[in-house]
């Protein structure tokens, strides 16, 4: 009975989240590609009574509106199917919607009260859902980190709100906007934002989270908490820095592009070390986060020098991989949530063989793979290639330290690019090819429709805004307009279909002609070959140099497959070390190799922080134990010192 | 009517790449073999070979996927559009627009991510191996090619290959110390993305030695011919952009006509044969290198690389 | 024709920090003995090369000075102490070849920054061998500090030496006497060197630091 009423329930509250979502997407695309420098506001008389609660959607709210609904509206869809083998819908269904709802009113929030009641609530409602399942193991500490990292996060961003309202107290974004704060408050408010809204979308240090808490939620959960709810960060971050501050200086611009750096470059090598394949998607994300961050920094740099078309470059960059990023990512966490129903195991050790078993959504996991590596032709590709033409255009800015940093982020840009692509090899060649390792693999089957559904159109996606970017580039042209006063140049006719970030003699890009050009080459070869040479195939056993064994064991690892990458560069940055047991010949016990992996930033950072903190709570522990007379002393002391501050200020 | 001169021009450049990739690898076998006293195989047998491959029938194992027999499509496919889009007789033409430096770099990779996904497909050991050792080298190789093609940018100002020539070919370049340092790095990625000696052995089939042999250990018949086709492919394009990079005399632009062109395609079959020539003479002359060696001499080149294009941030070049 | 006369002294500095690099990069004995040949040889054409354009006969002098002591003697006295004293022959250096190079490419970087802002009167092209000299010297002292074995230490130091010549050449006007007296300095003190190794040798049965520091005396 309970069961049925459960099923019922997965359904409606999935089927209306996907009609609401669908009718904000249709909101947002449309004010996004018609409204141009248009914005509505509203204001509701809800919160604090003299500010009232303001809701605005102008360009860049219209974006993230987009990237919010389309996450949730393929969320649903797959919700629809996953979440009938949820084992605790009443922990789930609740918190699906409101969460949705947190993330749509942060993006249309116009004051700061607003802003930051809808960002606790997103994370509330998004660290509920990472509770649903508290019993497994890990999950419990995960989601306690996150409360955590996510608490003090809205701390940060509270005290930046103070700062930008000052003592005036004008906390409607019209007015903080109106209001010019001085350096020093900008530049406090800087490593504010940076702190609140970068540990929310995935920077390191503050990372560290991530990792834990996104692979602890039901699937499609943290497809949205990967794919969207960082690029809500990134969307506070965007709003704050480059709308609500004024003009940037040159420094925050390094500041941003070394942090993106050192986070697109950290998270690609843990993402390369892991097993987990939830855990494995979820360092991409602070990968990709990383390169988002890269072009905003750009972006800053460029428009503290006065180069608004560079500026353009840079902002139109980051915020197309914001789009691209928040499709292809879901779309993998869709697949390794249908991995993970079909499979009961996340461990890449113990699946393998399952292209055979699940093809469809072996393909479309393929295609979030070429698209998260930067393939041709491809969205992933589109947007990096944007940003290296960011870089490119960098030689011209005059300060040193950024002569020295550009060049250095571009190579960590594109070495971060390159293990990328050796990580998903690793993910999807490991998981889905190959020989099936354990019983469970073996027996799987693909899931049902919806989940297909939710991927495929995903699937479409990545493929038409890699051969037509310039469609998305169009629309993103309101928004840099209103963000930095430039935009790429527009094109007309047939030309539209090649993108030109600045000139034609400088660079351009043609997708639909690359992808035209492969097709026709490929099925040119494999037309020739199959009608005047030979089309007979003949399935055999693996030759295997003559060797070939029958036990799935023999095949490669996840952990094998790393062991070169780990051994250039895991030694220096997780003190990487390998210990073989090995047995002398004629003991016929199994050898063993342990691998062991420190998370540098965690013993550094973390660890000597939460020793603190629990030092200061030992210590403060004693005001628990005061008699009467002690603890009115303190209220006595307290008041006393607010009266002494009171009359030092006036 | 210019379009349609325009599109022939465009489909002999493609045509004339595919033919004279098996001459240039046959040609460079020769050369190693003369240096090594030997007779070595005739020229072409390397046209012999593929067509010999073709015809064969194709024999899978029985645990592969169609990421399998559909990677030596898509592996060709990739290679031989990125070979077509580098100028080799003229630059400048139809489709060169369509696709600059960093897309055919990106190319190549999409070449090696299909074939290491193929190595890891039919479950044995020695594709994990080529696979996980590819994907090792591309991991220092891909920046290192990038950076050095950064500095060509901004050196030129343009990621355009046909841009990056023609201006190299102008007399305003002259010898620029980021120049030397990209070429270094580019020979170095090349070396090790053709996996040649020091980096692989291209004539061998022992684990220990293998890289890209290793990941192609079960292809037969036309997929191996494909595959094969494309790896010679690849050397050619290497050789191209190096050659019409840093030795542009003689290309043609776009338009100059039939003549201008005629001597653009046989100033570059002179370069292509003294490239062989020397990448014959260096194999023959040096010992391959540990496995774990490799991103040493792979950091290196992306360090030269980087430098290469610091110094010319730093000298305020636009 | 003088653009081509800076290029072609640019390309020589440059050309030295590339071998500079390249000593980082050796991994045995007999190949880091001839790149410090190769680095001599660099130096004495780009002697050579200044002595050209400046019209400057004595800079000859040196650059064969250079090219015959540095890069023919010295480097065949050494090949000849490695085999005399079987030294072991594969260099380990203390951290790994690519952070050795990451910590040059960070060397290189920090001349740059230190010596163009200094030097803002002066054409581009000098300004840059400059930083480049300054680099070598660092890269040489960074080789010095980064390899466990002695006759590493002394071609670092050496490699240093021919930094400096490139900066004094690259100015004009460099005196024979200072270039002579500098040269014979080197000598004496890669005589003394060397008579040490020998010393060292017969005594520890070693040259390899880390076992001859246990020898040092008092222990903490």
């Not at chain 1, 895991?570 to 050898?591: H, I, K, L, Q, S």
């Not at chain 2, 792979?298 to 360090?303: Q, R, W």
Request: some cysteine; hydrophobic content about 60%; charged content about 10%.
């Amino acid at each position: 009975m309970a069961a049925a009423r459960h099923k019922a329930a997965t359904a409606a509250v999935y089927a209306v989240a996907l009609l609401v979502s669908a009718v904000a997407l249709f909101i947002g695309a449309s004010f996004l590609l018609h409204g141009g420098a248009r914005s509505e506001a509203l204001t509701l008389p809800l919160g604090l009574p003299w500010l009232g609660a303001h809701f605005r959607i102008d360009a860049l709210a219209a974006l993230f509106l987009v990237v919010a609904n389309l996450g949730g509206l393929t969320a649903s869809l797959y919700g629809l199917g996953y979440g009938r083998h949820e084992e605790a819908p009443a922990r789930v269904l609740p918190f699906f919607p409101a969460f949705l709802a947190g993330m749509n009113l942060v993006v249309l929030a116009d004051d700061a009260f607003t802003f930051l009641f809808s960002w606790e609530f997103m994370s509330l409602s998004s660290w509920a859902l990472v509770m649903a399942h508290h019993r497994r193991p890990g999950n419990a500490a995960a989601g306690y980190v996150y409360l955590l990292m996510a608490s003090f996060g809205t701390l940060a961003l509270l005290l930046a709100f103070g700062l930008l309202a000052g003592s005036a107290g004008g906390y409607a974004f019209e007015s903080i906007r109106s209001a010019t704060a001085s350096a020093e408050v900008s530049a406090v408010v800087l490593a504010l934002v940076l702190v609140g809204a970068g540990s929310k979308a995935g920077l390191v240090p503050l990372h560290v989270w991530l990792p834990l808490a996104h692979p602890a939620a039901p699937s499609h959960v943290s497809a949205l908490m990967s794919g969207v709810m960082t690029k809500v960060a990134v969307y506070g971050f965007a709003r704050i820095v480059l709308d609500l501050l004024g003009p940037p200086l040159w420094w925050w611009g390094a500041l941003v592009i070394l942090l993106g750096g050192m986070t697109a470059v950290l998270g690609v090598l843990h993402a390369l070390m892991e097993h987990d394949l939830k855990r494995l998607l979820a360092y991409h994300t602070v990968e990709n986060i990383g390169i988002i961050f890269i072009g905003l920094g750009l972006a800053l740099a460029f428009e503290a020098n006065a180069m608004p078309a560079a500026a353009a470059l840079g902002l139109t960059a980051a915020l197309f991989h914001v789009f691209n990023h928040s499709v292809f990512k879901s779309l993998l966490f869709y697949g390794a949530g249908a991995v993970l129903t079909a499979t009961g195991e996340r461990d890449m050790e113990k699946l393998g063989g399952l292209i055979h078993r699940m093809p469809y959504t072996a393909f479309a996991f393929l295609v979030g793979s070429a698209a998260i590596s930067a393939l041709p032709p491809f969205n992933g590709f589109a947007s990096e290639w944007l940003t290296f033409q960011a870089i490119l255009l960098s030689p011209a800015l005059p300060q040193w330290l950024l002569k020295f940093l550009v060049p250095a982020v571009g190579a960590m840009l594109a070495l971060s690019a390159a293990l990328a692509a050796a990580c998903f090899v690793k993910a999807f060649g490991i998981t889905f090819l190959g020989r099936p390792r354990t019983e469970a693999a073996r027996t799987a089957g693909e899931v049902d429709a919806a989940s297909l559904v939710a991927m495929y159109a995903l699937v479409a996606l990545c493929l038409i805004a890699g051969i037509l970017p310039a469609y998305f580039i169009d629309a993103l042209a309101s928004v840099t307009h209103a963000l930095v006063g430039d935009s790429l140049p527009s094109r007309q006719g047939l030309e539209w279909l090649t993108i030109v970030p600045i000139e034609e003699s400088r660079s351009s890009y043609n997708g639909l002609l690359l992808l035209a050009f492969i097709a026709a080459s490929a099925g040119l070869a494999a037309e020739v070959i199959h009608r005047w040479a030979s089309n007979l195939t003949r399935r055999s056993d693996a030759w295997d140099c003559g060797f070939p064994d029958a036990s799935p064991a023999t095949q490669y690892t996840a952990g094998s497959f790393s062991q070169p990458i780990r051994r250039v560069f895991g030694t220096v940055v997780f003190r990487a070390r390998e210990d073989v047991d090995m047995p002398a010949p004629g003991d016929a016990r199994a050898a063993r190799l342990h691998v062991e992996l420190r998370d540098l930033l965690w013993e550094t950072l973390y660890l000597p922080a939460a020793a603190l903190v629990g030092f200061a709570a030992e210590k403060l522990n004693r005001v628990q134990f005061m008699t009467i007379r002690g603890y009115l002393t303190l209220v006595f002391a307290a008041l006393v010192v607010l009266l002494a501050i009171l009359a030092i200020w006036q | 009517m210019a379009v349609i001169l325009g599109l022939l021009v465009q489909l002999c450049q493609m045509l004339i790449v595919l033919a004279l990739a098996p001459l240039l690898t046959g040609y460079v076998r020769k050369v190693k073999a003369h240096l090594l006293r030997r007779q070595g195989p005739p020229v072409l047998q390397p046209y012999r070979d593929l067509l010999r491959l073709v015809r064969k029938e194709a024999v899978v194992a029985a645990s592969a996927s169609w990421v399998f027999r559909a990677a030596p499509y898509l592996v060709f496919g990739t290679t031989w559009v990125a070979a077509a889009l580098v100028p080799t007789f003229a630059t400048g033409l139809l489709f060169s627009y369509a696709a600059d430096v960093i897309a055919i770099v990106a190319l190549l990779g999409s070449a090696r991510f299909m074939l290491a996904l193929a190595g890891l497909d039919v479950g044995t050991s020695f594709g994990g191996i080529g696979s996980s050792r590819e994907m090792m080298i591309a991991s220092l190789a891909e920046p290192a090619m990038l950076m050095a093609v950064f500095t060509l940018s901004l050196l030129a100002g343009s990621t355009q290959l046909s841009s990056i020539a023609a201006s190299l070919q102008g007399p305003e370049t002259g010898l620029r110390i980021s120049l030397a340092l990209a070429l270094v790095a580019l020979v170095m990625v090349a070396i090790a993305e053709n996996a040649r000696i020091p980096i692989d052995n291209p004539a061998t089939h022992l684990e220990l030695t293998m890289v890209h042999e290793a990941m192609i250990l079960e292809y037969s018949g036309r997929h191996l011919a494909l595959i094969e086709a494309a790896s010679y492919l690849k050397l050619l394009l290497y050789l191209s952009i190096i050659s019409c990079v840093f030795f542009p005399w003689g290309v043609a632009v776009s338009g100059q006509g039939f003549e201008a062109y005629l001597v653009g395609a046989g100033m570059y079959v002179v370069k292509l044969a003294g490239g062989g020539l020397v990448l014959a003479v260096f194999e023959t002359a040096i010992a391959k290198m540990r496995v774990f060696r490799v991103p040493d001499f792979l950091g290196a080149a992306l360090m030269l690389g980087f430098l290469a294009a610091l110094l010319l941030f730093v000298s305020q070049v636009k | 024709m003088d653009q081509i006369a800076l290029d072609v002294a640019h390309l020589f500095a440059g050309g030295l920090v590339l071998v500079s690099f390249m000593l980082l990069y050796q991994d045995r004995m007999s190949g880091l003995v001839n790149t410090f040949a190769l680095h001599a040889l660099v130096v004495s054409l780009s002697v050579a090369w200044q002595a050209y354009i400046q019209h400057a006969p004595h800079l000859y002098i040196t650059a064969s000075i250079a090219l015959l002591v540095k890069a023919i003697v010295i480097p065949t006295a050494l090949h000849r102490i490695i085999v005399r004293l079987g030294i072991h022959r594969t260099i380990e250096p203390v951290v790994g070849v690519g952070q050795t190079m990451l910590a040059g490419i960070g060397l290189v970087a920090l001349s740059i920054m230190v010596m163009l802002p200094i030097t803002a009167a002066a054409g581009t092209l000098a300004r840059e061998d400059l930083a480049f000299a300054l680099s070598v010297v660092l890269l040489g002292l960074l080789m010095m500090i980064s390899r466990r074995n002695a006759v590493s230490q002394v071609i670092g130091f050496m490699s240093i030496e021919n930094g400096l010549i490139l900066a004094a050449t690259g100015a004009k006007g460099m005196p024979l006497v200072v270039e002579i007296s500098v040269a014979f300095s080197i000598l004496v003190a890669l005589i003394v060197i060397g008579v040490f190794l020998f010393r060292i040798r017969e005594r520890f049965e070693t040259v390899d630091i880390h076992e001859l520091h246990e020898h040092r005396g008092e222990q903490p």
